[in-house]
T-cell receptor
């Protein structure tokens, strides 16, 4: 089936540094990818929708200058957390929509970011 | 707007017990409905889905029926196992909105 590979699975970084998270669709082309953030014991919060070759669409309240999303090809989308702070520590998950939407969505395995 | 309301957790059951996790939705049009499962430290996996009224999704002993009259999509399993311990998310996808909306998640713990 359709697989999205996300890495790294975990990362620890110092405050003020930037971290890049990658998501690759392995056996299909993902025109649209979604980036979520999940706080402990909470649901997934949609941060942004990225479309190949165009600017990402951010949800209300998400800082686009802090969470840079690039979707340069049909198989790769990246999320860069810039100038990370401890409050950015979270679980980040990417997702790609399968054909037509009715087939559902496939998710990456997630990245646990810890900013110290 | 579209929304999903899910049974609050955590839910703790003994092995072989019957499981129900309630889920209701609000949506315009005819959404597709999903249950996703998240094991500790992992991303989400699609458990089952239903794309139209009266459809029943099933997988690994879990079932859920798309009930348009009650706007519900309750998850059931006749006999749970310890390995079913995870967080379960009910979700809907409105193709017109091009996004998936999740419920708050229900943490399930199964005692041996």
């Amino acid at each position: 089936g359709a697989v999205v590979s996300q890495h790294p699975s975990w990362v620890i970084c110092k405050s003020g540094t930037s971290v890049k998270i990658e998501c690759r669709s392995l056996d299909f082309q993902a025109t649209t990818m979604f980036w979520y953030r999940q706080f402990p014991k909470q649901s997934l919060m949609l941060m942004a929708t990225s479309n190949e070759g165009s600017k990402a669409t951010y949800e209300q309240g998400v800082e686009k200058d802090k969470f840079l999303i690039n979707h340069a090809s049909l198989t790769l989308s990246t999320l860069t957390v810039t100038s990370a702070h401890p409050e950015d520590s979270s679980f980040y998950i990417c997702s790609a929509r399968l054909s037509g939407g009715a087939e559902g969505y496939t998710f990456g395995s997630g990245t646990r970011l810890t900013v110290v | 707007g579209n929304s999903v309301t899910q049974m609050e957790g955590p839910v703790t059951l003994s092995e072989e017990a019957f499981l129900t996790i309630n889920c209701t939705y609000t949506a315009t049009g005819y959404p597709s409905l999903f249950w996703y499962v998240q094991y500790p430290g992992e991303g989400l996996q699609l458990l089952l889905k239903a794309t139209k009224a009266d459809d029943k999704g099933s997988n690994k002993g879990f079932e859920a029926t798309y009930r348009k009259e009650t706007t519900s999509f309750h998850l059931e399993k006749g006999s749970v196992q310890v390995s079913d311990s995870a967080v379960y998310f009910c979700a809907l996808s409105d193709y017109g909105a091009s996004k998936i909306i999740f419920g708050s998640g229900t943490r399930l713990s199964i005692r041996p």
